[in-house]
DNA sequence: CGGCTAGTTGACAAGCGTCAAGAATTGTGG
DNA sequence: CCACAATTCTTGACGCTTGTCAACTAGCCG
């Protein structure tokens, strides 16, 4: 049996430059001579299990990470060991940026499912940065998306309503998943109930209830964690701030 | 009159080596010849009138700001003209990060008092930045730290009680007064109690509530905007989770 | 002095958290 | 492949916190 051509195939599969979500990640933008530069740093690292942690509070952070394949949370805890989901982080997204203002994660990152990440050294990223132009402007960009997604949670929270804050939820995970260039209108939803609610600032019974309320109001069809939007306008119109009753 | 010495003085003052937030803004870390070309590019703002806009939702992003002196708020604006405040911005603290990721803001920046700013173009920002190597590192830092203040934002969000909420946002301003250099423990505010509510999902009434239960339980002293923080211990206590009743 | 905005306080009710029980789903070992 | 255990999720009843509405007070500036 021939090994080598299995290992360049398996080489070539894990590249930048042939990696399916390149156009959300840091090479967007960047001619092909420099993407091999990125990813002459890139580490491709094992599957991380479902439960499995990426990383913990207080570890030092010397590297940012991309989920590749699965889903992530990131967990803050309070000292009492209270804790709160403060993000999901879907295939092309970028999780451990809470390190970058002092040095610490004050997070924990949690694998949803049985998932695969792709691991960038800061300093060694720094270095490529500095050299190449695309690559700086492309970090910067995909920080702010980050930033954009934290923004929309934020604005999930300040929602009063509980059905409110779960058909802003519904929404934002619909767009990410056709940013991936999935059905945006039916999907999986790889949290649980309890993440959802420590996500939104509810307890579990209130998600609960908010999934069976929005089915019976017509807008959402949910089967445990498999769900279907419905009236994607009206969700769009709560999610625009008008009322719905 | 001589007015060159006057204009030289004026220009040395707004020099960022001579800045007394440089060691929290962008320059920090950065040798002296190199802090030399990043100020060249720094434009130097004139005074924003208290309530006056500093950009607003949609408009194009070239450039970030640094509050210098004064405070500023975000203001995300949902399409039915409901406001919803997302950050304040104490000296020294980045404004229009919310552009990175599309190139558009997502919210508008309003003066609380009369204020200053730098403003720097992005362009220019990396052009340096790809030459001077602390410059971008320190660039991803005050990131980073404008991160870690949205997550402390949502940290207060995800307290169910009123008064957990004000007494970790007091905590906060707490903090970042001191960062400054300035008394932590009595202070003024410098958004109004609707601003307050705004950014912390409550209503002006429980606001105001919770800051006269505060003071009746000896924890503050409030008088209009006018705070000193009573019992530092049982904030911090609050802020670590530990219920307070 | 008078008008305006900002802030405080009270009464009431609605929505959500709490507690409790049970149903559905998933995983495991025989 | 089934039975059983362990999660995960749903549903109901009840009480408390907070939002809503309203009236009033305190500062501020012309």
Redesign the pocket.
């Known amino acids: 049996m021939e090994t080598a051509p299995v290992v360049d195939l398996e080489t070539l599969r894990r590249n930048c430059a042939n990696c399916s979500l390149r156009q959300l990640c840091l090479p967007a933008g960047i001619v092909a001579s420099d993407v091999e530069r990125l990813d002459r740093v890139v580490k491709r690292r094992k599957p991380v299990a479902r439960g499995e942690h990426l990383f913990r509070v207080g570890s030092g952070a010397a590297r940012i990470y991309v989920a590749r394949e699965g889903s992530f949370k990131t967990v803050a805890c309070s000292a009492d060991g209270e804790q709160q989901v403060i993000g999901f982080h879907l295939p092309g997204e970028l999780i451990g940026l809470d390190a970058l203002g002092h040095g610490q994660h004050r997070c924990d990152a949690i694998a949803l499912e049985n998932a695969r990440v792709c691991e960038v050294p800061l300093e060694e990223l720094h270095h490529v940065a500095a050299q190449v132009p695309g690559l700086q402007r492309q970090l910067l960009r995909v920080i702010g998306r980050s930033m954009g997604r934290d923004q929309d949670h934020l604005e999930m929270m300040s929602r009063?309503?509980?059905?409110d804050r779960v058909m802003l939820f519904l929404h934002s995970l619909s767009q990410r998943f056709e940013t991936l260039g999935q059905d945006g209108s039916a999907f999986a939803l790889p949290m649980?109930?309890?993440d959802i609610g420590s996500y939104l600032?509810?307890?579990?019974?209130?998600?609960?209830?908010s999934?069976?309320k929005l089915q019976d109001d017509g807008v959402i069809a949910?089967?445990?964690?498999q769900v279907r939007l419905l009236q994607q306008r009206q969700i769009a119109d709560a999610v625009h701030g008008h009322a719905l009753h």
Chains 1, 2 share one sequence.
């Open positions: 009063r309503q509980a059905n649980t109930r309890e600032g509810l307890v579990i019974e209130t998600v609960s209830r999934f069976t949910v089967r445990g964690r």
